[in-house]
């Protein structure tokens, strides 16, 4: 397996130390003995156009100056890459920092936490070296007996009492209801126990939870869906990304449709009129973003609904 760390870690824009909105992502890469950061900046109009001040800073809290963005209609980007032993600003090396900082003024910035070795994904937090043995862990989970129990229960209608007897109709009508509440329950059981194996994220940095998983993982949707793991887009996304989402969304009650849970995949990308097309051609009708508004640049989540 190769030495090679991948991630994208989110922006937020600051203002008196708390969070106002979302400004954009930062991927960092390290790849054997090089290392690369590539900061993209959105949705930040309301500043001027110029340069911006880009701060590395380390666990101590120290700053140090690696460079400068230009914002333009509120957007801007800035890359730098190096080898381990060329240090990303004057004294701070790539695995000293724990955030990126720039500053808009005395009291606004724009910030990104690394948080290295808390929060991220298993690569990071044990190491290339081992990451691949989480892996096999993760596989042992999904064979393990308790794993796919889910799947032996669907189509059983097992009574928790003794049924009293009932009409013919009433028997149908319970027995539709019976099924309908053992799949939910099959459903909820199945998605509790890929929340305990998959790492955790908030891909709208809100409330909801989503799953970080790879094409590898699709053995845990139905048969209809696992063919996506050879989609064309979704492919793009995830090799640009390192990391495709998994999670569940209520559905509203519809014309021909009931209330109830479904299960989107999303594709990370940033968002345009010619992606967006695309990603319909390829089946992902939906785009989602933090804030819910949908701009052009803005990075975020092309969807489609699957089924686990």
């Not at 720039?102 to 994904?121: A, F, H, W, Y």
């Amino acid at each position: 397996m190769s030495n090679c760390c991948k991630r994208v870690v989110y922006l937020s824009y600051m203002e008196f130390g708390s969070r106002v909105k979302g400004a954009g992502f930062v991927k960092e890469e390290h790849r054997g003995n090089e290392w690369a950061f590539d900061m993209h900046i959105s949705g930040m109009t309301e500043w001027p156009e110029k340069k911006y001040e880009i701060c590395a800073v380390d666990k101590k809290g120290d700053e140090y100056g690696i460079g400068s963005v230009f914002l333009h209609k509120g957007t801007g980007q800035w890359k730098r890459e190096g080898k381990n032993n060329e240090p990303v600003g004057k004294g701070i090396s790539s695995d000293e920092i724990v955030r990126l900082v720039v500053r808009i003024s005395g009291d606004k910035m724009i910030e990104g936490k690394l948080q290295r070795g808390e929060n991220g994904t298993e690569e990071e937090r044990t190491g290339p070296e081992n990451a691949e043995k989480t892996e096999e862990n993760k596989r042992q989970k999904m064979s393990r007996p308790e794993f796919i129990a889910a799947e032996k229960w669907k189509g059983e209608e097992k009574p928790l009492t003794q049924p009293r007897q009932c009409s013919p109709a009433e028997k149908e009508e319970g027995g539709k209801e019976k099924k309908i509440r053992m799949e939910e329950m099959i459903l909820n059981d199945k998605w509790e126990q890929l929340c305990h194996m998959y790492p955790i994220v908030h891909p709208y940095e809100d409330e909801r939870e989503y799953i970080s998983i790879q094409p590898k993982d699709f053995v845990i949707m139905t048969g209809d869906f696992q063919h996506l793991a050879n989609n064309s887009f979704l492919l793009h996304g995830f090799y640009n990304y390192r990391h495709i989402v998994l999670g569940k969304e209520w559905r509203e009650e519809e014309e021909g449709e009931e209330a109830g849970e479904d299960f989107y995949l999303g594709v990370p990308g940033v968002y345009y009129e010619r992606e967006k097309m695309v990603a319909l051609m390829f089946g992902f009708e939906a785009f989602e973003c933090s804030g819910g508004k949908a701009e052009p640049g803005k990075f975020g989540y092309y969807l489609r609904r699957v089924k686990i």
